[in-house]
Nanobody
């Protein structure tokens, strides 16, 4: 059974930093590209960024480019997103997702497995 479990969410002040983790089990982690998405109240789920299977390439939404960094440790079956200079508009539930897509994709339909999410709240 595939499981993706996010952790590291919480309350942070604007301008601060937060690192989210997503631990995967039940799959061959290195065979999956990993993505991060978020959903704010009343809004649709949006793409944050993604990383290739090897970890050599990443891609980010314009809204987080230069502030967020995604990395992965295939030995630990874990993907991370380091969020710096956070803003109140970064407040959302953050989800990690796994995709067998070869490369990077921002389309949620290309992701087969999803975590349950972790709440991030940025106070102004």
């Amino acid at each position: 059974q595939v499981q993706l479990v996010e952790s590291g969410g919480g309350l942070v002040q604007a301008g601060g930093s937060l690192r989210l983790s997503c631990a995967a089990s039940g799959l061959t982690f290195s065979s999956y590209a990993m993505g991060w998405f978020r959903q704010a109240p009343g809004k649709e789920r949006e793409f944050v960024g993604a990383i290739t299977r090897s970890g050599l390439r990443t891609y980010y939404a314009d809204s987080v480019k230069g502030r967020f960094t995604i990395s992965r440790d295939n030995a630990k079956n874990t993907v991370y997103v380091q969020s710096n200079s956070v803003k109140p508009e970064d407040t959302a539930v953050y989800y990690c997702a796994a995709s067998t897509y070869y490369g990077i994709t921002a389309s949620p339909n290309q992701y087969e497995y999803w975590g349950q999410g972790t709440q991030v709240t940025v106070s102004s």
